[in-house]
């Protein structure tokens, strides 16, 4: 199988990783070589995974850019309007300017869930999966053209691949907001 540009064909995924544990496996898994992190809004450890990647760019292990991050965009994110705050959460949670790759989690999109409501969501429009799954049909191709915005922003990382925008990276909730701005219309 050949192997992207850039991305580490091994990598840590973090789902299931405890809470408590979750900073302490990702710092380990840094150390002993691991370039390649899986994470996912879902997993619902985000802010842990974070800390160990500081912790460890910190200590000197690495450089960000040595590293290879993974997220994911959940279910209830999926209108063009939400793809730019769902990333954008997740990189707060992260603690990170960009990430290296950003998947559709699952290609079933849900009704908008706020993040004040529940977050990370879950499967039904209520905590604990107790309510009910409410499907919202949007199209795969909005979708689609929301995450390659992400893209063209920089929040998603061009460093594989340079000649896209010169190696030039714009790293900012200006651009994201923008970004929010022209998905809206």
């Known amino acids: ?25 990702v710092y380990n898994a840094i150390k002993v070589g691991y370039r390649h992190i899986d994470s996912a809004a879902d997993y619902g450890n985000e802010q842990e995974v ?9 200590e000197g292990i690495c450089n960000r850019s040595d590293l290879w991050i ?17 990333c954008q959460r997740t990189l707060d949670d992260l603690g990170l ?11 079933i ?9 529940c977050y990370p969501p879950e499967w039904t429009d209520k905590p604990g999966n107790a309510g009910h799954m409410i499907l919202d049909p949007v199209p795969y191709r909005e979708t689609w053209e929301a995450m390659q915005a992400l893209q063209a922003l920089c ?15 714009a790293r900012s909730r200006r ?6 701005d022209v998905c809206s219309k």
């Not at 540009?5 to 091994?10: A, F, H, L, N």
């Not at 300017?97 to 290609?107: N, V």
């Not at 460093?159 to 990276?169: D, E, F, H, N, S």
């Open 1 to 25: 199988m050949a192997q992207p540009v850039g991305m580490p064909m091994i990598g840590l995924g973090c789902w299931k990783a405890e809470k408590g544990v979750t900073e302490e496996v």
């Open 50 to 58: 974070g800390a160990g990647i500081r912790r460890a760019i910190q």
């Open 70 to 86: 993974t997220s994911k965009l959940w279910n209830t994110y999926h209108r063009r309007e939400n793809v730019p705050l769902a």
């Open 97 to 107: 300017d960009y990430l290296d790759l950003y998947l559709i989690h699952f290609p």
């Open 109 to 117: 999109s849900l009704a908008f869930v706020p993040f004040d409501r």
């Open 155 to 169: 929040l998603l990382q061009l460093q594989r691949a340079p000649q896209l925008i010169g190696g030039y990276y």
């Open 175 to 180: 651009l994201c907001a923008e970004l929010a």
